[in-house]
């Protein structure tokens, strides 16, 4: 074995040990086969003699190439000792031995997979949910390491309903095919997916991607949380997606698959003090900060109705004056005025502005 696999040389002594047990077990339980002809084959249990552990040091192409190693010598020790008129009958026995030697193998490979594989989900289940319960560490990220996140490129996490018979695998496939790496687990009624990859350059390519993935989900909103640096700032996301997911149904007309930042309103009337703060923070206080004709503007846009003439009279400006103002304020806060449910969620951030920072002493609108 040390002359012709390079890789066996590579091996620790302990592991070489074992090897060499399991090709020797391998001979001696072929050869009382071939004694008792009332015995069955079992090759199988040859490999109880070594560690379930050994597995994951050779793999099973190797373990293909020392079986037919093994065999060889055999069969070359059978030309030499073995008078001619035998050869035949044991050749024949060698052949049939060694295709049961190779079932034997393929199920301890099979076995080693399924127990590994049941090992890995728990292990991400884990994990998504310390990313989910804020106990994001350098333990959990290394585990996320160990399961083959090697991204270190933007995150983002989405929440969706559970389907009736969820596939997580074939949504691990489906995203790596599109160049993405994922984490995914069942929480409760919700199919929670960490997801990472040089794709998500900004919200809407990471709702385009959730686009490629919602036939893993049931029916109702696909939540995609908003992007963050990395894996261990994955919480921030998680908890944006879930916290929108929650209310989604109070905006029944909502895309399928929708950005976490588009359902601020429902959050904030819902009382989740993240969304208050967000509205307030991005789109009050900046309206505020760029001067009072750009509030005003605003204000007198959506108390008239969203309408610009009537704005233009009821603040004695030019229309063409409110439309370049409404242009600026979409500038500054990223929220569009003339969108019906932007709107709305201006209306709301002013609103939460107002009751949140301005002075009632002041008497300021």
Known sequence: MEARHSWFRRLGAEDRSWITI?????IDN?????????RAAD???????????LTRKVSLHQTVDLVRTTINVVAEQVGELVPPDDRPALELAITHFSREVAFATAEVYARAAELRGGWDERMEALIVDAIVRAETDDLVVSRASALGWNTLGPVCVIAGPRPAEPDLESLRTAASARDLTVLASEQGGRIIVIVGGALLTDTAASVRLAQDLEEYFGAGSIVVGPLVKALPQAT????????????AH?????PRVVASFELLPERALAGHPAARRKLVDDVYRPLVAAGGE?????????????????TARALFVHANTVRYRLRKVEEITR????DPRQAYALHLAITLGRLMVTDPASGSR
């Open 335 to 338: 929220v569009n005025p003339l």
């Open 250 to 254: 109070a905006w029944p007309e909502a």
């Open 22 to 26: 399991v090709a020797r077990a391998g």
């Open 236 to 247: 921030d996301s998680a908890q944006n997606a879930l916290s929108a997911s929650r209310v």
């Open 43 to 53: 090759p199988g249990t040859l490999f109880n003699a070594a560690p379930r552990a």
């Open 294 to 310: 750009l509030l005003a503007t605003t204000i007198g846009f959506l108390d008239n109705g969203c309408a610009i003439e009537p």
């Open 30 to 38: 072929f050869m009382a086969w071939f004694a008792d002809a009332g």
